[in-house]
């Protein structure tokens, strides 16, 4: 299969390790959005959110706060964004993955919010959850 982290999980392109377990793999980011940032996949190929079995998150998401702490330990960041790209254009490698991405004070990233507060009615909030409440 031509997926670059199935190759990496495999070991026939390098990488640089911070944790692997049976069904997990941790690696520094190539790009070093800001210092530490780590990638968190399933070793099982899943390609979004969209196709996460439940055993896989489950499998994946208990090795995020292990990563989390470590990373607050090692750089002692102000924060830690956690995001996950899907579907394009904004997952470039479409084998699931987690970023960690530790924040510092003046790290250039803008990587948050807009803040909507106040300009919705309770109707508006109501038909949003009743939509998603009959999806799930
Ligand atoms: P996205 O799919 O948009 O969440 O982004 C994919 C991420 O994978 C980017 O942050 C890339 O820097 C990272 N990436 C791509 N190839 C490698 C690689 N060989 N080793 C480590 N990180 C990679
Ligand atoms: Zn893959």
Do not use: W
């Not at 495999?10 to 944790?19: D, H, L």
């Not at 960690?100 to 109707?123: A, Q, V, W």
């Amino acid at each position: 299969m031509d997926c670059i982290f199935c190759k990496i999980i495999a070991g026939e392109i390098p990488s640089f390790k911070v944790y692997e377990d049976e069904n997990v793999l941790a690696f520094l980011d190539i790009t070093q959005g800001t210092k530490g940032h780590t990638l968190i996949i399933p070793k099982k190929h899943i390609k979004n959110v969209y196709d996460l079995d439940e055993e896989t998150a489950a499998n994946l998401f208990k090795v995020v706060p292990k990563i989390a702490n470590a990373l607050k330990k090692s750089f002692n960041p102000i924060g830690i964004n956690i995001v996950n790209n899907n579907d394009k254009p904004l997952q470039q490698v479409f084998h699931y993955h987690i970023h960690l991405i530790p924040r510092y004070e003046n790290d250039g990233m803008k990587l948050s919010t807009i803040n909507n507060y106040g300009k919705f009615s309770n109707d508006y909030f109501n038909n949003l959850s009743d939509l998603i409440k009959k999806s799930i």
